[in-house]
């Protein structure tokens, strides 16, 4: 038969609690208790008396600060507040915009409000020219078609990478002002 191991995962051994804390005294913080420095023994003592855990908050401080509360309460709390940081946080995303080298002006103009449009939502934009078949002539145009696209959103943006060419691709990388 084999033995399993009951392991606590990565969270739960983030903190200590009750006789995991080995310390002589502790900084003592909580709803309901006087805040102080305590032998662990007493805080422990404290802990129980309220039918809640001692568990260290900030392992680092001199003495390490504990805080008594349900142990499954605050790792609740902790995993919320680790979804709303999550959620908070903004992905950049990079938004692509084709051109051929023969665009039109009322086709650049209307590729460039939506470019503009990404940009202000905090978007990264790629920019490129496809050049097929014998249109890899038409490079120069190609290139006047970019820099003409990037100086109309000067204002919104800045170049982030300069126009290069890539085999039959030439590719130009823009970036939100802020």
Do not use: W
Not at 83 to 106: C, W
Not at 161 to 167: L, M
């Amino acid at each position: 038969m084999i033995k399993k191991y009951n392991r606590p995962n990565s969270n739960e051994l983030q903190y200590r609690i009750n006789e995991r804390i080995k310390v002589r005294e502790v900084r003592l913080v909580g709803e309901n208790i006087e805040s102080g420095i305590f032998p662990t023994q007493e805080a422990l003592r404290l802990a129980r008396e309220e039918g809640l855990d001692l568990v260290e908050i900030s392992p680092t401080a001199k003495p390490p600060v504990c805080k008594i509360i349900d142990y499954s309460k605050f790792k609740y709390e902790q995993k919320k507040k680790q979804k709303e940081l999550k959620a908070k946080a903004h992905k950049t995303v990079l938004k692509e915009i084709r051109f051929g080298p023969n665009t039109d002006q009322h086709d650049l103009d209307f590729k460039t409000k939506h470019a503009e449009n990404f940009l202000k939502e905090g978007n990264k934009v790629k920019a490129y020219v496809q050049f097929y078949g014998r249109t890899i002539i038409y490079k120069d145009r190609g290139r006047a078609l970019l820099e003409k696209f990037a100086a109309s959103l000067e204002d919104v943006a800045k170049i982030e990478q300069p126009i290069k060419q890539e085999g039959r691709r030439m590719i130009l990388m823009l970036s939100p002002n802020k």
